[in-house]
Each structure stands twice: as structure tokens, then as C-alpha cells.
């Protein structure tokens, strides 16, 4: 059997021979099994592979590199199944973790002979960022494990072996000052003064680079023991200042119950309203009331600096639900909009890009469906939802909570500062106050009665101290934030004792009054009180974790803070005593805002700066972007907005993409940047239909001389306007400039892009001929196993324009094919795109194959792009077949939800001419022409204008009929299809 050694340079004993085998898919394949001495299946290794081809593909590769695998000598041993393989050898991993689940410390060391595969590096994307993730975490424990190990030799006496192992961690962690403490006391116990100075010097010099700091006072006092040639005994192990530290009384830390909110509490019980916000100030325990109302309730917490993320409180609410294994509802129709949202929550679905406007309205729909199931099935009674720090939420998480109380039968409850508020807060308490849905409610800081009450039942006893209640409601103006946290100094100081369940001072027999107490004026001066008697290393974690914010753990704040993860944890351990921190987060905001205030600016940037670039890779890009900008670095954070707008234009959130490109643009960038942002900005204004700011953008762009990609684009874009303007002629221009720019840019998308547009526009002028050679360069591609999702427009234009030329049996095939690749893709947008094109075969046709009814079926998936379009073909068949019910329905349908002006005119005209067949009245017709005639001066497209000539010649009015002559005029028959 094979003992391969993975940690270091790769080695593989093979029956006493050393084995050194060059890099190959075969050996990373048998790597990869023997890492894990367990079966792996096929599936999971064809994806880390070829995570980009098809299974069928994939997996014939991996037949090949198996097979190949089992040529290897030393693979004797390996295992393969039809599903799965095995490869059970021995491995110096193998060795390490058992080692360390056993603690053995001294084995896992012995074991452990470097990085994991350190001189590996495979050019796939899955195994590299496999590698890398393996790495660190193989690292991570080697470091907790040589910690203890050190531990062991010093108490063991064995000095020199503990220096040399503390020697290796400083390498890998060259910031732990911890670990540079022990490392220049060994050294000095061994007599190596001088190695323990030049550690200290340079690690002084590092740690001022990397991270703006000084080193610590223990450190300091180390280094001035060992040049003073001081016994070493004499460095005590943990310096802390001279101060009597007294412990905080539980009941302190944690307040048994709530105190002086019991009017407040009935108010609530008896309120009728559907939502109900309290406001307060900082510290007045807004939280504290809603945690004793709503114990229950789903609580959706907002963030501060983060309030310019859309919808960021409801993603991470969502997402921590996933992980606590809350199962996701089958929403229907509205599962792709969830997942647009949350793609974790449904990761089998594709969900194409929805027109905005109803994509919003269809998120928020999928989000109340969601909440109400989750309710439903945690049986929670009463408020159901609570929404905590409103202003710090975001413009469209509002949104969302303004519809959610106007159309979900959920009752909620949510907090905010009173003199906080955002605009956009201030927006939704005027809109739900107009609806009569909301109960403004303020909580007022505690009297001295509930103070004393407060008192009492801290201290455990029947009555509070008056005088001393007194005290503390004058010094405090009675917010119970400002009296607990006073509290906690107080006995921290000393000021305060507790003796035998009895609480006391040193001056309760002298004083009157408790003047001679002197506390700051505001209860953040109180926390910087505290936070001054935390350790420095404390002090210096807790400053990282108000940066990161929420969610801190001790690997990031170690490599941020300078400190090992060991320290890191002994600080967690003594903030959390402190009531400071819980569950690796702040207990009160106003905790982290004090600290964070206090941190000096050049110090907050540069720990900004450290956050983004450790969590870049590891957390959403937009939470990294606002790191990089609070550190000032411009650059990185622009880089990250324009990726996040990307994601959200992708995802069908123009509305939240233009958000995050206007604050980008607000910023001192170049103009090349600016013409970016500016082209990104005119394509979303595109998308949600404000073609005249677009087109505002775009004369603003091309008079800056922008590059030729630029304009290539903003051309692009400026077609698509013209096209919607119905100005045909001039659009066709506009493409025609810019695929002259494309010729010398190497951007195959873009060319896809212009080509689809070229041929769309061509097709609208008749042009099909012309029309088919922008879209047939294609075909090679399009006839592979499986083409690529950005050619499904091209197959499905094809497809038409083939209709278009009698080529029917082409025609069959591309709407076929389109048809599949909709489904492969598990895209509903695509399905109706694809289906909206067969309508536009023979009717004896689409008849036979059933389209009508596909047609129906789509149309249930909700309003995507192209559901106008597939709604006014599938009219025009019904109509065609003679069912005009049918056909009047969809028609009037139309005419309600529609905003396309071609989709408008088709369906009036269509509606008339039914009205006329169904003998309905001649006012009816005579209207329903008008409004088609007062639409058709907003288009230039042609058969939309025969569609109207034919209506109005056969039914309308002589005054109608005489405004068509511009019409007639300007129409060529030689264009117009068969239909």
C-alpha cells in the first residue's frame, strides 16, 4: 500500500521507493480521494474538474482520467464503482487529524511538514479554490495545535524546542504579538538577547506598516525586562492596570424583566392596527418591549452603514433561515422570483431577468408568500414579523414593508431612532399612515418610580434605594441603556460593591445625595469608561469587530488585529463577560457606534481597508465595496459597485442597479469611469422605460468622446430607444454606426448583440433576406450538443425570420430547438419568448402542435418580457380560429396592462374589428379606433400601421379614414408578411 505525504512537498513512498509525479488531472483526481480516505462520487469529481461542460461531457472526461489513474503503479489500491470511488492509503493528513481529535499535540507537529500540496498548483478554477480553502484550514488548526504543543515544551522545560515551533507560528502569522511575547522570552531564557531585540524591531516596524499600531504595554515591558538583563520571572503573565476589579452581579448583565413598560405593553395587546412602529432614542429599550410583545416573531434586523444595500436585512434574514434548515416554500409561479433574489434558497433554478417594474411587484408578492408560510408553520400568534433599527433600512427593503402591510395579513411590529430617520423611512410612515395601517407609538425614558422599581429588582429586594434612584435618574435622564451601563461601571470601578446579595458604596453613610458620584453626561462617555478597563488586546479585537460590524469571528479578527486566534478567544471570553458582546455580535449598536467613533480616522481606514481585502472572496461584493470606500481606497470600491450593478441589472433589479450606480457617479472619478457608469445608468433607465433620461445619458456620453467600446454600446442602447420611440429608420442607423466601431473590439457579446438587434430591426423594415445573415453566422454554434444560454435569442429570431421566408421546415427546427434550450435552462422568460414565436406560424400549424394551449400554460408564469407580445399573438390566433371570446379577452386584457404602444394599438384595432363582427355598436368601434389612431403617431412600425389601415378602412369612420393617408403613403406592401 501507498503512503503518500501531502503536506509540503508532494511525496509518495511507494514499496521504499520516493516517488516526486508531475502534476496531472489523473494525480489530482487520486489526491483529492486519498485527502478524504472516504468514497467520492463521480458526479462531485466531474464538477470540480469541468464544472462549465455538460454531465454527458464531463463524465467522459472523468472515465478518461480514471482510467488513466489506474495506470499509476502505487494506484493498486484504488476503488472504482459505477458511481463512485475510493482510494484507502495512507497519508500524512490522515495521521495529522487523528492526532489532533486525539491531542496529541507532539504527532499532529511531527505530521504536519508544511502547506498542504504547497508546490501544487492546478489550472482548473474548482480544485485551485478547493486547494486554497483546504489550505487555510489545514493551517489554521496546525497553528491552534503548535499552540498547545509550545504550551506542553515550556512546561516540560524543553525551551529551545518551544522557541524554535513559536519560530514557524510567527512565520505563518508574522502579526500575533502573543505569540512574539513568548518567542522573545524563550529567546531570552536561552540567552539569545539579541534575537529577541531584532524580533521585536522588526516586528514593531511591521506591525506600524501593515496595521497603524504600536505594540502593546506588555510587549513594551517585555523588551525593556530584556534589555535591563531583568530575570525574566519577573514579566508577569497578563498586565493589567491597578485596579480592584469587581465582578458585575448578573442580574446587571442580564436584567431579569422588563421594568416600566406595562402601560406601554397594554396599549400594544389591545391595538388593532396592522403595523405599529415605536420610536425612541439610543438605549431607551425599543428592542427590549418588542423582544417581551413578540417573543416569536421572525426578526428582520437592519444594519447600520449598510442602509444603501437593497434589500440587505431581508437577504441575510433569508439566508439565515436556509442555514438553520428552515425549509423554503414551493411558491409556483413565484419561485423564480425568490430565487432572483436568494439563489441559495432555490439552487436548481436559472430565473431569467424580468421587465422592473412587475419583477418588483412579483419579488414582493414571492416574499409575503414566503412569510406567511414560515409563520404558518412556526404557529407563531400575534406579530409576526418584527422589523428592528428601520433607519438604517434600505430604499427598497421599505418598499417591501410598505406592500407587505397593504396586501399580506401579517401583523408586525418595528423600531427606530426617532431623530434618525431617512427620507425614504419618512416616505413609508407618510404612505402607511394614509392607508390608516400604522400606530406611531414613542417610548419615554423611565421615572424615578420605575427606576426604583428597576433598582429593586436588580438588587433582589422588595423596595430601591430612593436616594440613589434619585441619583441616577437625574444623571441619566432616565434611559435604561445610560442606568445599566453606569451600573456595570460602577462596580468595574469599585465605586460599587456587592456583599452578600447586598449592593453598597464606600460613601453610603456620608452622603446626602450621591453627589460626590461623578459620571459623564452621556451614556457613551460611560462606554469608553468601560472599554478603558478592558485589556489592550481586548480593546484592540473589540475595534476590528465595530469595523466588520456583525458576524466577526476569530480567524478574520486575528489577521486584522495582530493577535493570535488564541488571544482572540481569551478577549471574546472577557468581552462577553462584560455584556459587550454575544454570539459574535454586539449586544447594543450603541456599543459598536462608541467604539467605532472612538477609533482614530487614519486607524478606521486602514482596519476598513484590512476587512475588505480578508473578506473579499468570502462575503457579498456589495458589503465589500462599502469597506474598500470607508478606507477611501475609490478604486477597489467603484470596481465592486459596477460588478454588484451588473448582478442586480442580471437579476431584473434595474431599479436598485441605478441606486448604486448614482452614488457611484456622486463620486471623484475619471472621466472614462464616469462614461462607464453613465452608459451602465442608460441602459437600466432603458430597461424600466424612462427612454428620455437614457437618452439624456447617451447625448452626454458621445459628446465626451468616449472609447470606441463606449459608444459601440451606448449606440446599441440608443437603437433600443429609437425602436421603442418607433423611429425604425433612424435606429437602423445607429446600429449600423456601431457595428463599423466593433470591428476593431474584441467583444464577441457585444458583436452577438448588435448582430440580434441589426437582424430585430431589419425584420421590423421587412428586410428578412438581410435579417437572416446577421443571425446565420451563428448556426455552427447553435448546432452543438448544447448551446450556449446567449444564443437562445438567435435561434428563436431565426426561427420567425424563416416563417418569414416560407422556409418552414427550418423554422420547425430552430423553434424546437429554442423551445429546449428554454427548458434545459429551467427558464420561464425563455419559454415564453420561445412560445410567443410559434404563434407566428400557420394557423394550421400551431393548431396541430398544440401550441395554443403552451401558449395559455406560459402565460401563467406571470408577466416576463416578452408576455405582451405572446398575449396579443395568442389573441390574434383565437381570433383567427374564430373564437372571439377568447380573443376579446386577451385583447381587453391588454389594453389594462400593457404600456407598449405597438401591443396598444394591435389590440384597439383587434378589438374594434370584433366589435364589429360581435354587432356590438358603432360607438364601441369608433372609440376603440380612436385610441388605436392616437397611438399610431408614437411608431414607425410598419405592420403595426397595416394592422390599423385594414382596421379602419373596413370599419372606421370617414373622419378616421381620412387621417391614414400619411400611412398609406409611407407603407411599401412589398414588406408586409403573408398575414
Given at each position: 500500500?501507498?503512503?503518500?505525504?501531502?503536506?509540503?512537498?508532494?511525496?509518495?513512498?511507494?514499496?521504499?521507493?520516493?516517488?516526486?509525479?508531475k502534476p496531472?488531472?489523473?494525480?489530482?483526481?487520486?489526491?483529492?480521494?486519498?485527502?478524504?480516505?472516504?468514497?467520492v462520487?463521480?458526479?462531485?469529481?466531474?464538477?470540480?474538474?469541468?464544472p462549465?461542460?455538460?454531465?454527458?461531457?464531463?463524465?467522459?472526461?472523468?472515465?478518461?482520467?480514471?482510467?488513466?489513474?489506474?495506470?499509476?503503479?502505487?494506484?493498486?489500491?484504488?476503488?472504482?464503482?459505477?458511481?463512485?470511488?475510493?482510494?484507502?492509503?495512507?497519508?500524512?493528513?490522515?495521521?495529522?487529524?487523528?492526532?489532533?481529535?486525539?491531542?496529541?499535540?507532539?504527532?499532529?507537529?511531527?505530521?504536519?511538514?508544511?502547506?498542504?500540496?504547497?508546490?501544487?498548483?492546478?489550472?482548473?478554477?474548482?480544485?485551485?479554490?478547493?486547494?486554497?480553502?483546504?489550505?487555510?484550514?489545514?493551517?489554521?488548526?496546525?497553528?491552534?495545535?503548535?499552540?498547545?504543543?509550545?504550551?506542553?515544551?515550556?512546561?516540560?522545560?524543553?525551551?529551545?524546542?518551544?522557541?524554535?515551533?513559536?519560530?514557524?507560528?510567527?512565520?505563518?502569522?508574522?502579526?500575533?504579538?502573543?505569540?512574539?511575547?513568548?518567542?522573545?522570552k524563550?529567546?531570552?531564557?536561552?540567552?539569545?538577547?539579541?534575537?529577541?531585540?531584532?524580533?521585536y524591531?522588526?516586528?514593531?516596524?511591521?506591525?506600524?506598516?501593515?496595521?497603524?499600531?504600536?505594540?502593546?504595554?506588555?510587549?513594551?515591558?517585555?523588551?525593556?525586562?530584556?534589555?535591563?538583563?531583568?530575570?525574566?520571572?519577573?514579566?508577569s503573565?497578563?498586565?493589567?492596570?491597578?485596579?480592584?476589579?469587581?465582578?458585575?452581579?448578573?442580574?446587571?448583565?442580564?436584567?431579569?424583566?422588563?421594568?416600566?413598560?406595562?402601560?406601554?405593553?397594554?396599549?400594544?395587546?389591545?391595538?388593532?392596527?396592522?403595523?405599529?412602529?415605536?420610536?425612541?432614542?439610543?438605549?431607551?429599550?425599543?428592542?427590549?418591549?418588542?423582544?417581551?410583545?413578540?417573543?416569536?416573531?421572525?426578526?428582520?434586523?437592519?444594519?447600520?452603514?449598510?442602509?444603501?444595500?437593497?434589500?440587505?436585512?431581508?437577504?441575510?434574514?433569508?439566508?439565515?433561515?436556509?442555514?438553520?434548515?428552515?425549509?423554503?416554500?414551493?411558491?409556483?409561479?413565484?419561485?423564480?422570483?425568490?430565487?432572483?433574489?436568494?439563489?441559495?434558497?432555490m439552487?436548481?433554478?436559472s430565473?431569467?431577468?424580468?421587465?422592473?417594474?412587475?419583477?418588483?411587484?412579483?419579488?414582493?408578492?414571492?416574499?409575503?408568500?414566503?412569510?406567511?408560510?414560515?409563520?404558518?408553520?412556526k404557529?407563531?400568534?400575534?406579530?409576526?414579523?418584527?422589523f428592528?433599527?428601520?433607519?438604517?433600512?434600505?430604499?427598497?427593503?421599505?418598499?417591501?414593508?410598505?406592500?407587505?402591510?397593504?396586501?399580506?395579513?401579517?401583523?408586525?411590529?418595528?423600531?427606530?431612532?426617532?431623530?434618525?430617520?431617512?427620507?425614504?423611512?419618512?416616505?413609508?410612515?407618510?404612505?402607511?399612515?394614509?392607508?390608516?395601517?400604522?400606530?406611531?407609538?414613542?417610548?419615554?425614558?423611565?421615572?424615578i418610580?420605575?427606576l426604583?422599581?428597576?433598582?429593586?429588582?436588580?438588587?433582589?429586594?422588595?423596595?430601591?434605594?430612593?436616594?440613589?434612584?434619585?441619583?441616577?435618574?437625574?444623571?441619566?435622564?432616565?434611559?435604561?441603556?445610560?442606568?445599566?451601563?453606569?451600573?456595570?461601571?460602577?462596580?468595574?470601578?469599585?465605586?460599587?460593591?456587592?456583599?452578600?446579595?447586598?449592593?453598597?458604596?464606600?460613601?453610603?453613610?456620608?452622603?446626602?445625595?450621591?453627589?460626590?458620584?461623578?459620571?459623564?453626561?452621556?451614556?457613551?462617555?460611560?462606554?469608553?469608561?468601560?472599554?478603558?478597563?478592558?485589556?489592550?488586546e481586548?480593546?484592540?479585537?473589540?475595534?476590528?469587530?465595530?469595523?466588520?460590524?456583525?458576524?466577526?469571528?476569530?480567524?478574520?479578527?486575528?489577521?486584522?488585529?495582530?493577535?493570535?486566534?488564541?488571544?482572540?478567544?481569551?478577549?471574546?471570553?472577557?468581552?462577553?463577560?462584560?455584556?459587550?458582546?454575544?454570539?459574535?455580535?454586539?449586544?447594543?449598536?450603541?456599543?459598536?457606534?462608541?467604539?467605532?467613533?472612538?477609533?482614530?480616522?487614519?486607524?478606521?481606514?486602514?482596519?476598513?481597508?484590512?476587512?475588505?481585502?480578508?473578506?473579499?472572496?468570502?462575503?457579498?461584493?456589495?458589503?465589500?465595496?462599502?469597506?474598500?470606500?470607508?478606507?477611501?481606497d475609490?478604486?477597489?470600491?467603484?470596481?465592486?459597485?459596477?460588478?454588484?450593478?451588473?448582478?442586480?441589472?442580471?437579476?431584473?433589479?434595474?431599479?436598485?442597479?441605478?441606486?448604486?450606480l448614482?452614488?457611484?457617479l456622486?463620486?471623484?472619478?475619471?472621466?472614462e469611469?464616469?462614461?462607464?457608469?453613465n452608459?451602465?445608468?442608460?441602459?437600466?433607465y432603458?430597461?424600466?422605460?424612462?427612454?428620455?433620461i437614457?437618452?439624456?445619458?447617451?447625448?452626454?456620453?458621445?459628446?465626451?468622446?468616449?472609447?470606441?467600446?463606449?459608444?459601440?454600446?451606448?449606440?446599441?442602447?440608443?437603437?433600443?430607444?429609437?425602436?421603442?420611440?418607433?423611429?425604425?429608420?433612424?435606429?437602423?442607423?445607429?446600429?449600423?454606426?456601431?457595428?463599423?466601431?466593433?470591428?476593431?473590439?474584441?467583444?464577441?457579446?457585444?458583436?452577438?448583440?448588435?448582430?440580434?438587434?441589426?437582424?430585430?430591426?431589419?425584420?421590423?423594415?421587412?428586410?428578412?433576406?438581410?435579417?437572416?445573415?446577421?443571425?446565420?453566422?451563428?448556426?455552427?454554434l447553435?448546432?452543438?450538443?448544447?448551446?450556449?444560454?446567449?444564443?437562445?435569442?438567435?435561434?428563436?429570431?431565426?426561427?420567425?425570420?424563416?416563417?418569414?421566408?416560407?422556409?418552414?421546415?427550418?423554422?420547425?427546427?430552430?423553434?424546437?430547438?429554442?423551445?429546449?434550450?428554454?427548458?434545459?435552462?429551467?427558464?420561464?422568460?425563455?419559454?415564453?419568448?420561445?412560445?410567443?414565436?410559434?404563434?407566428?406560424?400557420?394557423?394550421?400549424?400551431?393548431?396541430?402542435?398544440?401550441?395554443?394551449?403552451?401558449?395559455?400554460?406560459?402565460?401563467q408564469?406571470?408577466?416576463?418580457?416578452?408576455?405582451?407580445?405572446?398575449?396579443v399573438?395568442?389573441?390574434?390566433?383565437?381570433?383567427?380560429?374564430?373564437?372571439?371570446?377568447?380573443?376579446?379577452?386577451?385583447?381587453?386584457?391588454?389594453?389594462?396592462?400593457?404600456?407598449?404602444?405597438?401591443?396598444?394599438?394591435?389590440?384597439?384595432?383587434?378589438?374594434a374589428?370584433?366589435?364589429?363582427?360581435?354587432?356590438?355598436?358603432?360607438?364601441?368601434?369608433?372609440?376603440?379606433?380612436?385610441?388605436?389612431?392616437?397611438?399610431?403617431?408614437?411608431?414607425?412600425?410598419?405592420?403595426?400601421?397595416a394592422?390599423?389601415?385594414?382596421?379602419?378602412?373596413?370599419?372606421?369612420?370617414?373622419?378616421?379614414?381620412?387621417?391614414?393617408?400619411?400611412?398609406i403613403?409611407?407603407?411599401e406592401?412589398?414588406?408586409?408578411?403573408?398575414?
Open positions: 500500500m501507498a503512503y503518500v505525504k501531502m503536506t509540503g512537498k508532494l511525496v509518495i513512498d511507494w514499496h521504499g521507493a520516493r516517488l516526486e509525479p496531472s488531472k489523473p494525480l489530482y483526481l487520486l489526491l483529492y480521494a486519498a485527502y478524504y480516505q472516504d468514497w462520487s463521480r458526479e462531485k469529481l466531474a464538477f470540480l474538474f469541468w462549465q461542460s455538460s454531465d454527458k461531457k464531463s463524465q467522459q472526461n472523468l472515465r478518461a482520467i480514471i482510467f488513466r489513474a489506474k495506470e499509476f503503479e502505487y494506484a493498486q489500491d484504488l476503488i472504482v464503482e459505477p458511481e463512485r470511488l475510493k482510494w484507502p492509503i495512507k497519508t500524512d493528513i490522515a495521521i495529522f487529524k487523528e492526532a489532533i481529535v486525539a491531542q496529541d499535540w507532539q504527532k499532529a507537529i511531527k505530521s504536519y511538514s508544511g502547506q498542504f500540496l504547497a508546490d501544487t498548483r492546478p489550472k482548473e478554477a474548482g480544485l485551485e479554490a478547493w486547494l486554497n480553502q483546504e489550505r487555510a484550514d489545514l493551517e489554521r488548526v496546525w497553528k491552534n495545535a503548535a499552540n498547545n504543543y509550545v504550551l506542553q515544551l515550556e512546561q516540560n522545560g524543553n525551551i529551545e524546542a518551544a522557541r524554535d515551533l513559536l519560530e514557524q507560528i510567527l512565520l505563518a502569522e508574522p502579526l500575533a504579538e502573543d505569540i512574539l511575547q513568548r518567542y522573545m524563550n529567546c531570552y531564557l536561552l540567552n539569545q538577547k539579541t534575537k529577541a531585540l531584532e524580533a524591531k522588526s516586528f514593531k516596524k511591521l506591525l506600524k506598516k501593515e496595521l497603524d499600531l504600536e505594540p502593546l504595554e506588555q510587549t513594551i515591558e517585555i523588551l525593556n525586562t530584556i534589555k535591563s538583563s531583568k530575570p525574566i520571572a519577573s514579566i503573565q497578563v498586565k493589567q492596570k491597578d485596579k480592584i476589579k469587581q465582578s458585575i452581579p448578573l442580574s446587571v448583565l442580564k436584567p431579569p424583566k422588563l421594568i416600566g413598560r406595562q402601560k406601554t405593553i397594554a396599549e400594544l395587546e389591545q391595538s388593532s392596527s396592522k403595523v405599529i412602529f415605536i420610536h425612541a432614542e439610543a438605549g431607551i429599550g425599543k428592542s427590549r418591549l418588542i423582544a417581551e410583545i413578540a417573543p416569536e416573531a421572525i426578526k428582520i434586523k437592519c444594519q447600520d452603514g449598510l442602509e444603501n444595500i437593497p434589500f440587505y436585512p431581508i437577504v441575510q434574514l433569508l439566508k439565515k433561515l436556509l442555514n438553520a434548515g428552515i425549509k423554503t416554500p414551493d411558491l409556483k409561479q413565484y419561485n423564480d422570483d425568490l430565487a432572483r433574489l436568494v439563489p441559495e434558497l439552487p436548481e433554478l430565473p431569467a431577468p424580468v421587465e422592473p417594474e412587475t419583477g418588483k411587484l412579483r419579488l414582493f408578492e414571492a416574499l409575503s408568500q414566503y412569510f406567511e408560510y414560515i409563520v404558518q408553520e404557529n407563531i400568534q400575534g406579530f409576526a414579523l418584527v428592528d433599527d428601520l433607519q438604517w433600512m434600505d430604499h427598497s427593503s421599505l418598499d417591501f414593508l410598505v406592500y407587505l402591510a397593504n396586501k399580506a395579513s401579517l401583523r408586525f411590529i418595528a423600531a427606530f431612532r426617532t431623530h434618525e430617520k431617512s427620507k425614504y423611512l419618512e416616505q413609508a410612515i407618510n404612505s402607511l399612515e394614509s392607508s390608516n395601517l400604522l400606530s406611531l407609538i414613542e417610548l419615554e425614558p423611565l421615572g418610580d420605575s426604583s422599581e428597576l433598582m429593586a429588582s436588580l438588587m433582589g429586594v422588595q423596595k430601591g434605594p430612593p436616594i440613589f434612584s434619585k441619583w441616577l435618574a437625574k444623571n441619566t435622564a432616565g434611559n435604561p441603556m445610560f442606568v445599566l451601563e453606569t451600573l456595570k461601571s460602577l462596580f468595574e470601578t469599585g465605586t460599587l460593591s456587592s456583599k452578600n446579595q447586598a449592593w453598597q458604596t464606600n460613601i453610603d453613610e456620608i452622603t446626602t445625595n450621591y453627589s460626590e458620584i461623578i459620571i459623564p453626561n452621556a451614556v457613551q462617555e460611560i462606554i469608553k469608561r468601560r472599554i478603558d478597563n478592558l485589556s489592550p481586548t480593546k484592540r479585537v473589540l475595534q476590528v469587530a465595530s469595523v466588520i460590524s456583525q458576524n466577526f469571528n476569530p480567524e478574520i479578527l486575528s489577521k486584522i488585529s495582530g493577535l493570535s486566534e488564541w488571544t482572540v478567544l481569551d478577549s471574546f471570553e472577557e468581552a462577553q463577560s462584560k455584556a459587550l458582546i454575544t454570539n459574535n455580535s454586539f449586544q447594543h449598536d450603541l456599543l459598536r457606534q462608541t467604539i467605532y467613533n472612538d477609533i482614530a480616522k487614519s486607524r478606521k481606514n486602514l482596519i476598513h481597508l484590512k476587512t475588505a481585502q480578508e473578506l473579499r472572496g468570502k462575503a457579498d461584493i456589495s458589503i465589500v465595496a462599502e469597506h474598500y470606500l470607508a478606507a477611501g475609490i478604486a477597489n470600491a467603484l470596481d465592486l459597485w459596477l460588478e454588484y450593478a451588473q448582478q442586480l441589472e442580471d437579476h431584473g433589479f434595474a431599479y436598485e442597479a441605478i441606486e448604486i448614482e452614488r457611484a456622486a463620486l471623484e472619478i475619471s472621466n469611469k464616469q462614461n462607464t457608469i452608459e451602465k445608468l442608460a441602459e437600466n432603458k430597461s424600466i422605460g424612462k427612454h428620455k437614457s437618452e439624456d445619458l447617451i447625448a452626454k456620453i458621445l459628446l465626451a468622446k468616449p472609447n470606441k467600446l463606449i459608444k459601440a454600446k451606448c449606440l446599441l442602447i440608443h437603437a433600443g430607444n429609437l425602436v421603442q420611440f418607433g423611429n425604425i429608420n433612424n435606429a437602423q442607423k445607429a446600429i449600423l454606426e456601431a457595428q463599423e466601431l466593433a470591428t476593431d473590439i474584441s467583444d464577441e457579446d457585444l458583436k452577438l448583440q448588435l448582430n440580434s438587434s441589426a437582424a430585430m430591426i431589419e425584420d421590423q423594415l421587412g428586410n428578412y433576406d438581410k435579417a437572416l445573415e446577421y443571425l446565420e453566422v451563428y448556426k455552427p447553435i448546432e452543438q450538443e448544447k448551446p450556449a444560454a446567449n444564443l437562445f435569442f438567435v435561434i428563436n429570431s431565426l426561427a420567425a425570420l424563416y416563417s418569414n421566408v416560407d422556409n418552414l421546415a427550418e423554422a420547425e427546427k430552430m423553434h424546437n430547438k429554442a423551445l429546449e434550450l428554454a427548458k434545459k435552462l429551467n427558464s420561464k422568460y425563455y419559454q415564453v419568448e420561445a412560445v410567443l414565436n410559434m404563434l407566428y406560424g400557420p394557423i394550421e400549424l400551431v393548431r396541430s402542435r398544440g401550441v395554443i394551449e403552451l401558449a395559455e400554460e406560459v402565460l408564469f406571470g408577466r416576463y418580457e416578452g408576455s405582451d407580445a405572446l398575449q399573438n395568442l389573441a390574434t390566433t383565437y381570433f383567427d380560429l374564430a373564437e372571439l371570446a377568447k380573443a376579446e379577452q386577451h385583447y381587453l386584457e391588454l389594453t389594462n396592462i400593457s404600456t407598449k404602444t405597438n401591443i396598444l394599438l394591435v389590440s384597439w384595432a383587434k378589438l374589428e370584433i366589435y364589429s363582427l360581435n354587432n356590438a355598436g358603432q360607438g364601441l368601434i369608433i372609440k376603440a379606433l380612436d385610441r388605436a389612431l392616437g397611438l399610431a403617431k408614437k411608431t414607425e412600425f410598419y405592420i403595426v400601421h394592422v390599423l389601415i385594414i382596421a379602419i378602412s373596413n370599419f372606421g369612420s370617414k373622419k378616421q379614414k381620412a387621417q391614414l393617408k400619411p400611412y403613403d409611407n407603407l406592401m412589398q414588406k408586409l408578411p403573408d398575414y
